[in-house]
């Protein structure tokens, strides 16, 4: 399996607080990405990293922000949560973008849960 | 809008019967993919089609990618309760489908 883990596992917490999510991998891969899964939606893709420092917005990017200093760790911070945001949060990486093979691989989630 | 469209949304079998789920779009794919996500995991990647009707196997399942590239379709011959899971086809390395969730009933 690759090595992704994701921290923490479960979380609830209140509306209006701030929330970071952790996504750590030990495969030294370029592109690093944050999706959120609900119900009826699927994956939906809130952003991305393609090198230390390099983001760029995904789907549904609004109320999100994300880091990435490491190459190894990205974080995806929610500055103000709201019940909207309440969803199971994957970390994946890939060796490089685009077409063809090159899958991605994904941590096992973070479920959060705001009241 | 969604950009993948599969189907059925459910599908609950029994053991030792086959099945085809589906993922269709308007648009033309390059290439696409085809996940499996066990309840409390993450998606883990089956097989990648890239070319127009190309059809691969992997043991009893098939995966075939429509001439025009704008569908998928997988096949489940003799399903077995570890065929049991949400099945997620995605495009364009970002987008996925709504996914088919699969219970194979012993």
């Known amino acids: 399996d690759a090595g992704i883990t994701q921290s923490p596992r479960h979380k609830v917490t209140e509306t209006g607080t701030p929330v970071t999510l952790r996504c750590h991998q030990t495969?030294?891969?370029?592109?690093m990405y944050w999706y959120r899964q609900d119900p009826g939606h699927g994956l939906r893709l809130i952003h991305y990293?393609?090198?230390?420092?390099?983001?760029d917005k995904g789907e549904v990017s609004d109320g999100y922000s994300v880091s990435r200093s490491k190459t190894e760790d990205f974080l995806l911070t929610l500055e103000s949560a709201t019940s909207s945001q309440t969803s199971v949060y994957f970390c994946a990486i890939s060796e490089s973008k685009g077409e063809g093979n090159q899958p991605q691989h994904f941590g096992d989630g973070t479920r959060l849960s705001i009241l | 809008t969604q950009l993948l469209e599969q189907s059925p949304q459910f599908l609950s079998i029994q053991e030792g019967e086959n099945l085809t789920v589906y993922c269709n779009s308007s648009?033309?794919?390059?290439?696409l993919q085809w996940y499996r996500q066990e309840p409390g995991e993450g998606p883990v990647l089956l097989v990648t089609v890239v070319t127009g009707g190309e059809v691969k196997k992997l043991k009893r399942l098939t995966f075939q990618f429509g001439d025009a590239r704008k569908d998928s379709s997988l096949h489940i011959t003799a399903a077995q309760p570890g065929d049991t899971g949400l099945y997620l086809c995605?495009?364009?390395?970002?987008?996925f489908g709504t996914g088919t969730s699969l219970t194979v009933i012993p």
């Open positions: 995605a495009c364009n390395q970002f987008y």
């Open positions: 990293s393609y090198g230390v420092k390099d983001t």
């Open positions: 495969e030294n891969h370029r592109y």
């Open positions: 648009s033309v794919f390059s290439s």
